[in-house]
């Protein structure tokens, strides 16, 4: 699927946000015509109003995600997978409202009700949950990881994969998601690291998948590090379609572009065209549905 030096095959964002209230259905029409051919549709909180506070809450926003990836697929004919799942900073900046007892067992109630449409099949991945990725008090962070293992614990129940909000602390934070996924008996390739930055190495996965933020000077260090790479990876944005903070956290042309850069920086360091496409294909294709026991199509047309 290479043709005149181009990838002409699938390009997943694996991770985006979308809100009917900003760019939403524009966001989707540049990612198509920039080559994207498939998205995993991410559960976006609204921190400019009051956070759910009943699982029926929920269910509405829940709900409304996935009418969203139906209109998506209806309108743009790409693929759109379905993570659903209650952000743990909602779960820390409720615990300051309501308090931290009723805050962790709405939570609860939240990540099961995700797992409900995981299971008839309305969603396809748990996410992204996980613990705030600044700092907190000792005992927010014991209860955040305490209910990290019970999610992990819950999914691997359904048999559904999960996409991790966590902290920025390099490898120190893969080995300490991987002795949680251990103590769950969760499957650590199932454990998707959400923001991940470009290192695919096994020795900073610590077997792990992950989300590659696909930022600046991200082609570079995946390709320094592919060598060492036994874990399944992909590219996201994570674009949050928020009209305060308009692109960030990248915008939805950039998986498209991304892909391009990383086929030419591997034709650069010698890798030859079935190699290039056997990389493309696992990032864009095979892992995907692997992850998230979709179809995403090996061959899209494109328009």
Not at 203 to 217: A, Q, V
Request: proline letters at 5%; glycine letters at 6%; aromatic letters at 8%.
């Amino acid at each position: 699927m290479i043709r005149e030096d181009y990838w002409t095959g699938p390009i997943i964002d694996q991770h985006i946000h979308l809100d009917r209230a900003n760019q939403y259905l524009r966001a989707i029409e540049d990612f198509s015509k920039s080559g994207g051919t498939g998205i995993m549709l991410v559960h976006k909180p609204d921190f400019y109003s009051r956070f759910p506070l009943t699982t029926e809450e929920y269910k509405k926003e829940y709900e409304n995600t996935i009418q969203m990836g139906e209109e998506i697929r209806s309108k743009f004919k790409i693929d759109v997978g379905i993570v659903l799942g209650p952000h743990p900073v909602v779960w820390e900046k409720q615990s300051n409202d309501i308090g931290l007892k009723k805050s962790s067992e709405l939570h609860l109630e939240a990540i099961k009700l995700a797992l409900d449409y995981i299971e008839k099949g309305q969603a396809h991945c748990l996410g992204e949950v996980g613990r705030p990725h600044y700092s907190v008090t000792p005992d927010v962070w014991d209860k955040a990881n305490a209910i990290l293992l019970e999610t992990l614990s819950l999914a691997n129940s359904v048999g559904t994969s999960v996409q991790l909000h966590v902290e920025e602390n390099g490898e120190k934070t893969c080995e300490d998601i991987s002795k949680l996924c251990k103590l769950s008996n969760f499957p650590m390739e199932m454990a998707i690291r959400h923001f991940s930055p470009p290192n695919i190495s096994q020795k900073f996965n610590h077997g792990l998948s992950s989300t590659i933020n696909m930022g600046k000077n991200s082609v570079v260090g995946i390709c320094e590090t592919i060598h060492n790479s036994k874990s399944m990876w992909g590219m996201e944005t994570d674009f949050l379609d928020d009209k305060e903070r308009p692109g960030a956290v990248l915008g939805p042309k950039t998986i498209p572009k991304r892909t391009q850069e990383f086929y030419s920086e591997l034709v650069s360091r010698g890798y030859d065209e079935d190699e290039i496409s056997d990389i493309l294909m696992d990032i864009h294709c095979n892992w995907p549905n692997q992850l998230y026991g979709l179809d995403f199509v090996a061959n899209p047309e494109r328009k």
